[in-house]
């Protein structure tokens, strides 16, 4: 056998092995399964995760001893696949969106139990929001953006969310936990929110959610906008808008985009004045 050829079954076989990782469980898998799943010996399947481990591909979990795929390796395809950053991905759409529509466009992007504005392009109405400009939060579950982030998450987190921000909600005054829940279902039904809550007067507005590629939301892109042009015929058509947006914007989002784990941290950092 030849040096290249040799070289190349190596790859192959280190391949073959990152592969089958991808598609284990969190827990990882045992070298006995691997060689069993791929058609390699034991040997070889251990001679070729040591050569992982040492490149920082691989790590083993010291308690089961199975392996995985590590972080460095994620944070390696992340950076590869896609250096943007959620704003500088949403913002033609924002400007797009509010130039076709005609009203204030948001990105809001999750915090903890908190919803913060990263971006805004502005309309010709004049509007009140609940987040305010650039760099306003809110508690998840009040207002359209936030909203259709909450319903969106996953089970175990919505839950969490719930149980706390129903006291800070409940402050509001029309706000409790039974209506929240009943919101939250009749979102992740639609799709969408649109409800307008009467908190602000005379103020409307739709958000749908921005989703990663597992389907977890992580940010919202909504419109804000007065009651009168929001109503039941032009609807469907802002919806439409929108979710073509969010759906661009979803395959490109990088898992560890700093704005996705610490918004008020990456707004400090661009302001001019943060």
């Known amino acids: 056998m030849t040096k290249t050829s040799t070289g190349s079954g190596v790859l192959e076989r280190a391949f073959a092995i990152i592969g089958h990782l991808s598609h284990a469980q969190r827990e990882g898998a045992r070298v006995t399964q691997i060689a ?20 920082n591909v691989v790590e083993q979990d010291e308690r089961t001893k199975h392996y995985r795929l590590s972080i460095e390796f994620f944070a390696l395809a992340a950076r590869a696949g896609n250096p943007s950053l959620l704003r500088d ?3 033609p759409g924002l400007l797009r969106l509010s130039a076709s529509l ?15 504005c990263i971006d805004r392009s502005e309309g010709p109405f004049p509007i009140r929001s609940f987040t305010g400009d650039i760099g306003g939060r809110v508690a998840l ?12 998450l996953p089970e175990a987190e919505r839950e969490e969310v719930i149980r706390f921000n129903v006291p800070r909600v409940r402050e509001l005054g029309t706000f409790d936990e ?32 921005i989703c990663d590629r597992e389907g977890r939301a992580v940010a919202a892109l909504s419109v804000g906008t007065i ?28 898992p560890f985009d700093p704005t996705l784990r610490r918004p008020l941290s990456f707004l400090a950092a661009w302001m001019p004045n943060g």
Not at 183 to 208: C, F, H, P, S, W
């Open 36 to 55: 069993k799943d791929i058609g390699l010996t034991q040997a070889t399947v251990h001679r070729t995760l040591q050569a992982l481990i040492a490149q």
């Open 89 to 91: 991905l949403c913002r």
């Open 102 to 116: 005609g009203d204030t466009m948001f990105l809001l992007a999750r915090s903890g139990f908190d919803a913060v």
């Open 141 to 152: 579950g009040v207002g359209q953006g936030s909203l259709a982030i909450l319903a969106f």
């Open 178 to 209: 039974v209506y929240l829940r009943t919101e939250i279902d009749r979102v992740r039904a639609q799709g969408y929110a649109d409800k307008n809550t009467g908190l602000l007067e005379g103020m409307a507005g739709v958000a749908v959610p």
């Open 227 to 254: 009651s009168t042009r929001l109503n039941e015929e032009r609807l469907p058509a802002v919806v439409d808008l929108l979710r073509k947006e969010a759906q661009r914007v979803s395959p490109q989002i990088n």
